[in-house]
């Protein structure tokens, strides 16, 4: 949520934040700003709306200098306006603030530095923090910002520069990330290293309560009292094509289409399809740990939260344990019954989510082990888990989440496995399973073939006003996705539900106008599922089924059917989401709508 770029060494800045920018516009794209130092003086240019506004205006002006912030805002505090956009200074123009979080005692000081004679020129909780900067400020960059940050609370990822100390930055971060680019002559800052990709590999996340002084020549990291800390740079494997389209029109399309490689990815080096044998090589799920566990606790948030739902299914059917699922911005604020003996596992794409990762934190305060399951390598969650298993999804643009929502129900798969063998309930994986697995990413690929009949099916339904997806059993949860996906994009009012409790409520919107997905594998779920796919017949609904196999009954009883290739119930859902992916894209397509950012969303939720 919000991007922010920074650089310092000897190339002109500008072109060089507009373009880390333009990585980062999925974490917000309310306005957008930059700041350069040249001579001594700060040149700051900000738009609202789009990057691509700001870029219009820097067209034929100077925006000079070899240091410089940037920054995509997703707006929490006033309108986006050009006046609230980021970078913000304080009353003399010297001291520039890029801010990701929220200050939540932000008034208080705001009424404090006025009556001390500041001035501000927005509404935003940020500008408080370039005062509190400028107040502090005795010569000394680091220590100021040491001195403002005492003074304000909340989550906050901060980058600052001054012009009376030239060709530095300054990095401060509590809760939402920061990481620092190494390059040669150069240094970078960043809220996500795919901003960094052209440029370097080498980075250095900062840890909650960490500031940075960077400069061209390289950083140091202290603590909130100044005492200098140490921390171990990673290298990045992602590879800077493939955050890029690649004549695909949207990141999203682009994704989805990437879903058979993701999940091989994913799987290999997990498993071994030979033997059926799994290689989750951690400590926490040595059957002596795991004999200790009565219980397992998912927590996310939004797509990932759905995966979650799924994974209740597949642990409690293949380990038979118990599992409860929660949202992590439910969960921290309820008095949960968790301990030692409850395994935590944290699903995220980002591995950022300020919900997930203080739900995360609250489990761990009562005693839970954690393990996540994330997409970025050295985000915040993967830091905070005693373990990780890793989606290999790949960077994740588009703001819908596709491919990791599938390469997250293959790792959850592997986990239920994996935690069936620790309690001495089976060897590996089955003959069967690993077939099915084997044969995953094609089956994937089957699915994307469904693409011509979605687009038709999108071009008769575009218009309709609301929507509705049931499915039964795991299909549940993905009829929740497919109405997510839906909504998020196309900005159409869709509900997933439960196939049997239609009859409860939502049957009362069916009728003529209504399309109804309705997800019908040939799973132990079939029957009752057709059911209630006549229910919505009989009041004149349209359903459009999708199914896995030739069947008469769903034909008689359907308006329309999508095939899908057929594998084992528990991997089912990974292919029937597809087509539905498929048609909230082309669907927002056909709607006009901006795909990749839609309105009001972000990829990565860092307020709570
Ligand atoms: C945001 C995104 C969703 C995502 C959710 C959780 O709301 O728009 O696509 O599912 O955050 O994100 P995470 O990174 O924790 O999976």
New binding site residues.
């Given amino acids: 949520m919000c991007g922010i770029v920074g650089y310092v060494g000897s190339k002109e800045a500008a072109p060089l934040l507009i373009e880390g920018l333009k990585r980062l516009e999925y974490r917000g794209y309310d306005s957008a700003g930059v700041a350069t130092l040249s001579n001594g003086a700060f040149t700051v240019r900000r738009s609202p709306g789009k990057l691509s506004n700001l870029i219009a205006r820097l067209e034929g002006v100077s925006t000079p200098g070899t240091t410089g912030l940037g920054h995509t805002l997703w707006a929490t505090h006033g309108r986006p306006t050009e006046g609230n956009a980021h970078p913000h200074t304080d009353c003399t123009g010297r001291i520039v603030v890029i801010h990701n979080g929220i200050f939540e005692n932000f008034a208080e000081r705001k009424a404090s530095l006025l009556a001390a004679g500041h001035r501000f020129t927005s509404e935003t909780d940020t500008e408080v923090f370039a005062h509190e900067v400028e107040a502090a400020f005795e010569g000394d960059l680091l220590a100021a910002v040491r001195t403002a940050v005492g003074r304000l609370s909340g989550a906050y990822a901060l980058v600052v520069s001054s012009s009376e100390e030239p060709g530095v930055i300054v990095a401060a971060r509590s809760g939402p990330p920061i990481v620092l680019g190494i390059g040669s002559g150069e240094s970078y800052v960043a809220s996500d290293p795919v901003a960094l990709a052209p440029w370097t590999r080498d980075v250095v996340f900062l840890e909650d309560g960490d500031l940075a002084r960077v400069d061209a020549a390289g950083f140091s990291i202290c603590d909130a009292d100044g005492r200098p800390l140490k921390r171990v740079p990673h290298r990045i494997l992602w590879d800077a094509v493939a955050a890029e389209k690649w004549g695909y029109r949207h990141f999203m399309l682009k994704q989805i289409h990437e879903q058979p490689t993701a999940l091989a990815e994913t799987l290999g080096g997990k498993i071994s399809l030979a033997t059926g044998e799994l290689s989750l090589e951690s400590e926490l799920l040595a059957p002596e740990r795991v004999a200790a566990f009565d219980r397992v606790l998912l927590l996310?948030?939004?797509?990932?939260?759905h995966s979650a739902l799924i994974g209740k299914f597949l642990i409690e059917g293949m380990a038979r344990l118990p599992v409860e699922v929660d949202y992590?911005s439910e969960f921290r604020y309820r008095r949960p019954v968790v301990d030692a003996a409850t395994l935590t596992i944290g699903?995220?794409?980002?591995?950022?989510?300020a919900d997930?990762v203080a739900a995360l934190s609250e489990a761990r305060r009562a005693g839970s082990p954690l393990l996540a399951v994330?997409?970025?390598a050295g985000s915040q969650?993967a830091r905070m888990a005693d373990a990780v298993v890793a989606t290999h999804a790949g960077p994740e643009i588009g703001?819908?989440?596709t491919k990791?929502?599938t390469t997250?129900l293959a790792v959850l798969y592997l986990l239920a496995a994996k935690l069936r063998e620790s309690r001495g309930l089976g060897k590996g994986l089955t003959p069967g399973e690993t077939a099915a697995l084997a044969h995953l990413p094609k089956a994937a690929s089957r699915a994307l073939a469904t693409e011509p009949r979605v687009e038709d099916l999108a071009r008769q339904f575009h218009g309709a006003r609301d929507f509705l997806f049931l499915g039964r059993g795991p299909h549940y949860p993905v009829a929740l996705e497919g109405a997510l996906k839906l909504k998020?994009i196309s900005y159409i009012h869709a509900e997933g539900y439960p196939a049997g409790e239609m009859k409860h409520g939502p049957i009362a919107l069916v009728d003529e106008n209504l399309p109804v997905f309705v997800l019908a594998p040939h799973d132990n779920w079939r029957e009752k599922t057709i059911s209630n796919l006549r229910e919505v017949k009989s009041r004149d609904g349209i359903a459009i089924v999708v199914t896995t196999r030739e069947d008469a009954e769903i034909a008689d009883a359907a308006d329309e059917v999508l095939r899908l290739p057929e594998t084992s119930p528990e991997l089912q859902p990974i292919l029937s989401v597809i087509p539905l992916q498929l048609f909230a894209y082309h669907v927002a397509v056909r709607r006009g709508c901006d795909v990749d950012q839609p309105r009001n969303?972000?990829?990565?939720?860092t307020v709570e």
Avoid: H, M, P, Y
């Fill in positions: 996310a948030c939004g797509t990932s939260w992590g699903i995220s794409q980002s591995g950022e989510t997930t994330v997409n970025v969650i703001v819908a989440s990791a929502f997250q998020e969303l972000a990829k990565s939720v």
